[in-house]
């Protein structure tokens, strides 16, 4: 069975962007939620060498009947070329924060630009 709710995972460069980018998918109600942590630090293959960075996790709460909108509108959002985009299905959860999440999303289309 296939979750209704998802936590979907990006990296930023800097934590300003990590904001950004949080106030934008909660202001359209493509997320209900998302947490910012960092700086973390990832090493990483990219472009035939690998990389070390500093980089902010954001944490974003949707369903999953609005992730392929949250993907796109965050591939637009984001400075990289190839952003890391995850959506993980959330098992189980509290059932007052799950109504929570689904009635802090929209389940319309938004009016995004872009």
Do not use: D, F
């Not at 460069?13 to 109600?29: D, F, I, M, N």
């Not at 965050?74 to 929570?100: D, N, T």
């Amino acid at each position: 069975m296939a979750s209704k709710y998802l936590q979907v995972i990006t990296a930023t460069g800097s934590q300003p962007a990590a904001k950004k980018l949080a106030r934008v998918l909660v202001q359209e109600k493509l997320a209900a939620c998302v947490q910012i942590v960092g700086p973390v630090t990832s090493i990483y293959w990219w472009q035939g060498k690998v990389e070390h960075s500093q980089e902010w996790l954001c944490l974003m709460k949707t369903t999953a009947g609005l992730y392929p909108r949250l993907e796109k509108r965050l591939r637009k959002l984001h400075s990289y070329q190839v952003p890391e985009v995850i959506g993980l299905g959330i098992a189980c959860g509290s059932q007052a924060y799950l109504s929570w999440l689904k009635s802090n999303v929209s389940s319309k289309r938004n009016r995004t630009r872009g």
